[in-house]
């Protein structure tokens, strides 16, 4: 019964969608369990590359299975448009299934999502305004409409109406263009059809697998720094990104959970605001944004970029429990002199190890920074552990001794082929 889950141990952006795309060789389903179009995961085969924001990154594997989970909130539009072009670049869309307990996201959440930023002042968190944050609230206010509804349009126009009407409410409040109630149910009623026949239970679904002793992998979205309860609140995302989230959100018991892969990229990134105490403002931070392309895949914003923090990636791997380092990027590294590693934090002059819980302390904080020397050589070509040069081997080494886990697989580019097993 191998259930395996793969996490971001930093704030998102590690590499998840091309490690997914790797470990999927053995696989035979490939599970969302939370999050929602927020996330962009990127997979290059060959020359193309694509990148997916709801679909599981097992669609480009013949016979996976790819479910989008009951703990996702799913943009019902932008689910179809995402699928027509998976189609159209000649893969089958045969293999997705969508939990009929998953909640959808609608054109009122997106603006709701905008709105609430344009009056957070200094609250504003950068959402991707996909609507995450007010789809997820309306789950847990118990007013969400969710997978299962799509195959009732009769039902489904009249919950649509009804939380549309709710949220024109609230736009006239503040002064927003209320939404065209007509219009939007038109194009809702042409996307519940086509997505009626991939609604199904998969809570039974993954569970069989798991029975029939089917290879089952959770792709987790965004990271564990962006969980709504262990990130760096309230500068987080709205689900639960760490490994747990994958029990409730896909319906897998604990015990049937195998290895939990951590991917981690060799240095750290951020995207929208909160604190991020390696941030590099100096010629360091545009180098790792440059050569390592470090803007949105969602949104295509820049990336805030900066030294590997192993004090936050340590907390993330404890809570997810993660006992398989899957190490990405380390190319981007190659040209570096020397490479900075947070080892601790100094808070008001004392120094810690822990990573505190509060927003306000984590934004004074000073890193405190350990040099490694670099091994100014061009590693994208190596394709075995061994192969790579002895001070790139200890850099992986110190990383994985900091976070307290064991590295198995490194990634020194963007291709399935750039990939090898420690
Ligand atoms: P939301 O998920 O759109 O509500 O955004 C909340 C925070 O999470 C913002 O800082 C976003 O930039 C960040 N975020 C959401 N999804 C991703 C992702 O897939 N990668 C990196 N950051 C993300």
């Not at 091309?18 to 599970?31: A, E, F, N």
């Not at 009951?70 to 189609?87: Q, R």
């Not at 990104?241 to 991917?263: E, F, H, L, Y």
């Not at 970029?305 to 380092?325: E, H, I, P, Q, T």
Request: charged letters at 25%; one cysteine or more.
């Amino acid at each position: 019964m191998p259930v395996d889950i793969l996490v971001g141990t930093q704030w998102g952006d590690e590499g998840k969608g091309k490690l997914i795309d790797v470990l999927t060789r053995d696989v035979d389903m490939v599970v969302r369990f939370q999050g929602g179009n927020n996330a962009g995961h990127t997979v290059e085969i060959g020359d193309e590359h694509y990148v997916l924001h709801l679909v599981p990154s097992g669609i480009f594997r013949p016979n996976v299975v790819n479910v989008i989970g009951n703990g996702l909130v799913v943009d019902v539009l932008g689910l179809v448009e995402e699928m027509k072009g998976i189609a159209a670049k000649g893969f089958s869309i045969d293999n997705i299934r969508l939990s009929n307990r998953a909640q959808l996201i609608f054109e009122y959440h997106k603006r709701a999502d905008a709105l609430k930023e344009s009056n957070a002042g200094t609250r504003k968190i950068g959402t991707t305004k996909r609507g995450i944050g007010p789809a997820y609230a309306d789950k847990m206010n118990r007013t969400g409409i969710r997978g299962i509804d799509l195959k009732n349009p009769i039902r489904l126009e009249e919950q649509f109406r009804a939380e549309a009407e709710r949220y024109n409410k609230m736009f006239a409040e503040h002064n927003i263009a209320p939404l065209n109630i007509d219009e939007e149910w038109a194009l809702v009623r042409e996307a519940a059809a086509f997505l009626s026949p991939y609604v199904c239970d998969t809570v039974y679904l993954v569970n069989d697998a798991i029975k029939a002793g089917k290879n089952v992998l959770c792709e987790g979205a965004q990271a564990a720094l962006l969980d709504i309860d262990h990130g760096t609140y309230p500068f987080v995302t709205s689900s639960n990104t760490v490994s747990g989230g994958a029990c409730t959100g896909a319906g897998i018991a604990p015990q049937k959970i195998r290895d939990t892969w951590g991917v981690i990229k060799a240095y750290t990134t951020r995207v929208g605001e909160g604190p991020f105490p390696t941030e590099l403002f100096d010629e360091n931070g545009e180098t790792l944004r440059k050569i390592g392309h470090e803007f949105g895949a969602t949104t295509g914003r820049p990336r805030r970029c900066g030294w590997f923090d192993a004090v936050a990636s340590r907390y993330a791997c404890m809570v997810d429990g993660v006992n398989k380092l899957a190490v990405t990027k380390l190319d981007v590294l190659d040209q570096f002199e020397q490479i900075g590693v947070c080892v601790a934090y100094e808070i008001n002059g004392r120094v810690t190890k822990e990573f505190p819980a509060s927003a306000e302390e984590l934004a004074a904080v000073k890193p405190v920074l350990e040099w490694l020397p670099g091994w100014k050589e061009d590693i994208s070509a190596v394709t075995s552990y061994d192969k790579l040069p002895e001070n790139a081997k200890k850099y992986l080494a110190r990383i994985a001794e900091l976070v307290d886990s064991e590295l198995a697989i490194i990634s020194v580019g963007p291709r399935r082929d750039q990939t090898f097993e420690v």
